[in-house]
């Protein structure tokens, strides 16, 4: 069965993005390593599923983008969650059902490879407090902020994980890579 797989760059403190919004930090240290992992992330992805705020940055910087990585991004099935778009314009990009959980579903009962949540942290949230993410691959950035938006906000019940793997860059960014208990 497909997993639906959270990537998620984040500071040591557990945020994903600063006070105002701002997401400066994560790129600073982003090497070439990283960039091969990152492409190896995407090995065996042929789903992305995406929050309005990610689909809005994504859809507006991808298609302008060259290279194996760009072409694996633009052409891949995009599925977004959104209750205020309306039209999406970026290639292969679709439009979730009302309800993630059955949306979820069906494209897990469905043949394919797996999906890749990046970013879109609202959404994510959401599915975290459905325990519908199968993986979580955590970018562990060096960097503290001490404050912003934390990707773990409003988590109501435990989420148990097992570490099945970490990668460690030059840069100091550590990927943490769970898996969700019982999976």
Not at 41 to 67: H, M, N, S
Not at 140 to 165: M, N, S, W, Y
């Amino acid at each position: 069965m497909r997993k639906v797989i959270l990537a998620e760059f984040l500071t040591l403190d557990g945020f994903i993005e600063g006070p105002a919004g701002e997401m400066d930090w994560d790129m600073e240290v982003f090497d070439d390593d990283m960039e091969r992992y990152a492409d190896e992330q995407i090995t065996g992805v042929d789903t992305l599923l995406l929050g309005r705020r990610t689909y809005e940055i994504f859809a507006g910087a991808w298609p302008k983008e060259t290279g194996e990585f760009a072409d694996k991004m633009n052409g891949m099935e995009k599925v977004v969650f959104s209750r205020t778009l309306k039209k999406l314009d970026w290639n292969n990009a679709r439009l979730a059902g009302d309800d993630a959980a059955e949306e979820i579903a069906r494209l897990k009962a469905r043949p394919g490879g797996n999906m890749l949540i990046y970013g879109s942290a609202r959404f994510a949230q959401s599915l975290m407090r459905q325990d519908l993410i199968d993986e979580y691959r955590l970018w562990v950035h060096p960097v503290v902020l001490g404050q912003g938006k934390p990707l773990f906000a409003d988590v109501k019940e435990r989420i148990k994980l097992t570490l099945v793997d970490t990668r460690l860059f030059g840069t100091g960014v550590c990927v943490l890579r769970y898996k969700a208990a019982g999976r």
